[in-house]
């Protein structure tokens, strides 16, 4: 679009029109009187000779001055108050403090979680081109800053130009002290996990968890045990397994300190007995004993696999791996 349609230029043809009808007010168009122009005329009968024309001549010749004074008083009007010109000003001051003098503020939303300290740490506007300095920190017991800046991840530190609205969302994880956590899925098996701590971050390194799908189409259940040792930080306290028949993801969260709660999504296709599903959650405690020493001798990286095809309640097919 054409810069003259915009605000600034907006209140600049606006300006210009004022200030055109300000100058055209001030110099009004002259006119002579219509009893000069009158007279004149009866002059240039009087210059025929005649003598009635010369008494004419003569008349006016001696009252000249006084006629047009008396003619001009009474052609002359009553001036009037201007008010198309004060409209005129008040509409150009308006428009020039609305494109010009006021600028536009944009809106800064903030939304900040628990564990995380810094500025600005409340919602507010901005006048349109106002730069906003900002700072993130994790509190004590707080891990994993994520700062993210309309929705895209940036650094815990920064600047803005309000030039639109904005928005900042700063979180945190819970840390989770290190040590071994016990417990149970809901449907009872057993839940054991070994926390570490690596630079900062918790992370899983041995789990081992027990599963129960449900009765697939052909009858059949699915008991499962996975065990493994994650040589790799478990990011936002998220962990999956994968190959060509079986896929588990889980999530842990934090309830409160020493704990741990969590869910878990299990698929499983047998190519033979049919494709098991199964979903659910599970609680665990820090407790004082050690890991058991199934799962402690795992390589890095390595996943056990154990667990039974069930059908009526009698075992079908046993699976190690």
Request: aromatic share 10%.
């Amino acid at each position: 679009m054409s810069t003259w349609l915009r605000p600034r230029g907006i209140s600049i043809i606006v300006l210009i029109a004022f200030l055109a009808m300000v100058f055209s007010a001030a110099s009004p168009v002259h006119t002579e009187p219509v009893a000069k122009t009158k007279k004149q005329e009866e002059k240039k009968i009087a210059a025929s000779g005649t003598e009635e024309t010369s008494d004419i001549y003569e008349f006016y010749s001696r009252d000249e001055t006084h006629v047009i004074e008396d003619e001009g008083k009474r052609s002359e009007k009553k001036k009037k108050f201007p008010w198309l010109l004060v409209a005129g000003g008040v509409v150009a001051v308006v428009v020039l403090y609305l494109t010009v003098f006021k600028k536009e503020k944009y809106e800064l939303r903030m939304n900040l979680g628990e564990g995380v300290t810094g500025s600005p740490a409340e919602t507010r506007r901005y006048k349109k081109g106002t730069i906003v300095n900002f700072n993130y920190s994790l509190q004590a017991g707080y891990e994993q800053l994520s700062v993210k800046l309309d929705g895209a991840d940036f650094d815990s530190s920064g600047m803005i130009i309000m030039d639109c609205h904005h928005s900042i969302s700063v979180t945190a994880m819970k840390s989770i002290p290190p040590g071994t956590y016990s417990g149970a899925t809901n449907q009872g098996y057993p839940v054991e996990l070994r926390v570490s701590n690596a630079s900062g971050v918790s992370a899983v390194t041995y789990y081992r968890i027990t599963m129960d799908s449900g009765v697939n189409d052909y009858g059949y259940s699915l008991n499962l045990t996975l065990s493994g040792n994650s040589h790799e930080l478990i990011t936002g306290y998220t962990f999956s397994f994968s190959d060509t028949s079986l896929d588990l993801t889980g999530t842990f969260t934090t309830t409160g300190i020493p704990g741990v709660a969590g869910n878990w999504d299990l698929h499983y296709d047998s190519f033979i007995y049919g494709v098991f599903t199964g979903k659910g959650t599970f609680d665990a405690a820090q407790t004082a004993a050690r890991s058991t020493g199934n799962f402690l001798k795992l390589r890095a990286g390595e996943v056990k696999i154990t667990g039974v095809i069930l059908k009526d309640g009698k075992v079908i097919k046993r699976i190690s791996r």
